[in-house]
């Protein structure tokens, strides 16, 4: 690889944005591009630099620019829908996913990606059965993935289709039994279905993992309190206090 040609600084340009030095990313993408205007890749490269500084305006700008030169291109499309979605063009980020699940050949895990990400600009957008859909065809191709069962499982409930939730977000701790949202999203199905018991000792597990978060505290308290353990529930109330919790003004709970 010539030192001066523009793979060499793309290639630079992608070590320091793993590297989170987004500037120098920056700038060795602009060289890139200044020797070579017409690859589509450069453009996308300094986007995605662009997008994960938050600067959202240039990286659509970018993409767009990737897609003018190469309208073929699945990612361009893809990486231009995930842009949008920060920006809450949640219409632009459906249009450009589907564009970009059109235009893919497919690999599961390409697949399930694209799948996954239409089906959240669908649930930002208020399209619970789009979303829903959407991240079952994400499920069928990448079934291991805890966060597909979560967010589905999170649809369901809020359809009031507490069982097929339930279900979910026992498969998506099964996968992950590590992160504490996924806890707290089964603790509150249970809450729904009045098995208080389950309900606390799930934002028990969930505050094990999070062990700062007084909201945590705060849900397990009332749980609690319903199940008349009346100064379990105050200590908990008190803890989510002194994380900061956001009582009402003279609320004690």
């Known amino acids: 690889m010539a030192p001066n040609s523009d793979s060499f600084f793309r290639l630079r340009g992608n070590i320091y944005l793993a590297q989170n030095s987004y500037d120098l990313a920056i700038a060795d993408f602009d060289d890139a591009i200044e020797r070579a205007p017409d690859e589509s890749y450069n453009h ?3 986007a995605k630099a662009h997008l994960q500084k938050g600067d959202l305006d240039q990286a659509n700008q970018h993409f ?47 697949a399930g990606e ?7 600009a669908h649930r930002q957008n208020g399209s619970v059965d ?12 990448e079934s291991k993935s805890a966060e597909y069962y979560f967010l589905r499982g999170m649809l369901y409930r809020q359809l009031g289709d507490l069982d097929r939730a339930l279900e ?7 996968l992950d039994g590590q992160a504490s ?9 249970y ?7 389950k309900a ?10 999070s062990l700062q978060d007084g909201t945590l505290y705060h849900s397990r308290g009332k749980v609690r309190l319903k199940k008349g353990e009346e100064n379990q529930a105050k200590v908990d109330f008190d803890h989510a206090r002194v994380l900061g919790f956001p009582f009402p003004r003279g609320a004690s709970k």
């Open 114 to 120: 694209k799948y996954f990400w239409r089906a959240n």
């Open 130 to 141: 789009k979303a829903i859909a959407d991240y079952s065809t994400a499920i069928n191709y």
């Open 168 to 174: 979910d977000l026992k498969k998506a701790i099964d």
């Open 181 to 189: 949202h996924q806890f707290r999203g089964r603790a509150r199905v």
């Open 200 to 209: 606390s000792a799930d934002y028990t597990r969930a505050i094990a993992s």
């Open 191 to 197: 809450e729904d279905l009045g098995d208080l018991d």
């Open 64 to 110: 767009t620019e990737a897609i003018r030169l190469e309208p073929d291109q699945a990612d361009h499309y893809f990486w231009r829908g995930r842009t949008q979605l920060e920006q809450q063009q949640y219409d632009a980020a459906i249009a450009d996913l589907s564009q970009a699940i059109a235009n893919t050949d497919w690999h599961e895990g390409e």
């Open 44 to 46: 996308a490269a300094l």
